[in-house]
């Protein structure tokens, strides 16, 4: 099982066409961007390093959190669902989501697996429609 689900854009869509496409697709499944968090730039500013285009975006769908944190306050170390969208080394750009049901593996409550199927075909959808 993988902890993630992926994909790589086609050719001629650049970076930032992509965050406005997944942050798009994220909306349509009820999913707000809490966060947006440039690696690239950070490491560039704290560590004097250079890496390709990297951005993790923290995805939240509020009905889903309410609903998980009202089971179990704890849930929150999972939240926000992350979306990463990368820049390889060779141009080609791919987003990858969280897969929330790898990440809950040690979360035993049948109410919370099922909320982290619903959102895992949400990502799965979003991950398809780019």
Known sequence: MSYFINKKM??????EETIEKVT????KEGFG????????????????VDMN????LGACNPNYAFNALK???K?????????IVEEHDNGEIEVSAVDPIASMLSVKNEKVEVFAKDVL??????????
């Open 53 to 56: 285009k990297y951005v993790i």
């Open 10 to 15: 086609q050719d001629g869509i650049s970076f």
């Open 33 to 48: 961007v809490l966060t947006e968090i440039d690696i690239k730039s950070t490491f560039r500013k704290k560590l004097d």
């Open 121 to 130: 075909e949400k990502l799965e959808r979003v991950i398809a429609n780019l």
């Open 75 to 83: 849930l929150g170390v999972f939240l926000p669902c992350n979306v």
């Open 24 to 27: 798009e697709e994220l909306k």
């Open 71 to 73: 089971e179990d306050s």
